[in-house]
């Protein structure tokens, strides 16, 4: 029997789990993969505190993992096939079978970007491709890139990233946007920018050892095909949380299938909390993941010791 279980462990599920233990807590957490979540994929984390100099985002896992297991968090790799969170004695069980019982239940697996699917993007995550304008902007200064999407997250994004580059290209496949009318006027007025309408990306290329140096365009209703030479291709076509194995848990999401929480990180049920980017929230950095997943440790202790 635990006294909490945290089902994933990027940034917030680790720091729940080093605020739990360091509580004295029993505690386990389950990861599907490997600890790290996003940031284990991430060069140069360059906006986490306390690193002037930026920091490895896989160095920077591995030192979360290692404080968490310090503190005495035991750590298990296997993936949730289902959940019992109904009554004051909580199950989880794995796909292997292996079932774990607790008094509460932290849930932060987080949520994985909507990619685009084409030739060349996942070979160039890291050396041009990204999916957070916020983390990889400052490296692009004067440079040439382009925004997929037509949203509000990529029109923001996309004025966002004039900060830096010489010239961003906006392509999005519909002939208008779906994004609020103020950031269209704002997108339409913004002389670094140039919008692609009716345009899909069909292919990513570029220095295999290098970067993104080139994306392969089609237009949706002529058929014609161009190229567009761009230094970082920036993805906002949606995210996926990830919530699919929590089907028939009780737990109260919303439209777009993040968890809905609290200011104190509780969800629907009694003894179960969520963090991270698997709750629905204004903001996805690693830093508001920590924030997330200490008050949720807390959240928990509280509820234990009442």
Known sequence: MFDVIIIGGGPSGMTAAIYASRARLKTLLIEKAGCGGQIAITDHLENYPGFEEG??????????????????AEIVYGEVS????????????????KEYETKTVIIAS????????????????????SYCATCDGPFFRNKEIAVVG?????????????KFASKVNLI???????????????????????????????EISGNPVGSVENVKLRNVKTGEISQLAVN???????????????KDSGIKLNDAGYIVT????????????????????????????CGDGAVAAISAQHYLES
């Not at 519909?174 to 994004?179: D, G, Y």
């Not at 009318?181 to 140039?194: C, F, G, R």
Request: a neutral charge.
């Open 110 to 129: 987080g949520a994985n970007f909507r990619k685009l699917g084409c030739p060349g993007e996942q070979e160039f995550i890291g050396k041009g491709v």
């Open 150 to 162: 037509g949203g509000d997250s990529a029109l923001q994004e996309a004025l966002y990233l004039t």
């Open 232 to 246: 970082g291709v920036f993805v906002f076509v949606g995210w996926l949380p990830n919530t699919a194995f929590l």
């Open 262 to 289: 609290d200011d104190n990180m509780k969800t629907s049920l009694e003894g179960v909390f969520a963090c991270g980017d698997v709750r629905e929230k204004i903001l996805r950095q690693v830093v508001t993941a």
């Open 55 to 72: 920091i490895n985002g896989f160095e920077l896992a591995v030192k979360m993992e290692k404080q968490a297991r310090t503190f005495g």
């Open 172 to 202: 999005h496949r519909r002939n208008e946007f779906r994004a609020a009318k103020i950031l269209q006027e704002k997108v339409l007025a913004e002389s670094k920018i140039n919008v692609i309408y009716d345009s899909v990306v069909e």
């Open 82 to 97: 289902s959940l019992q969170l109904t009554g004051e004695t909580k199950k989880v069980v794995l796909a292997n079978n």
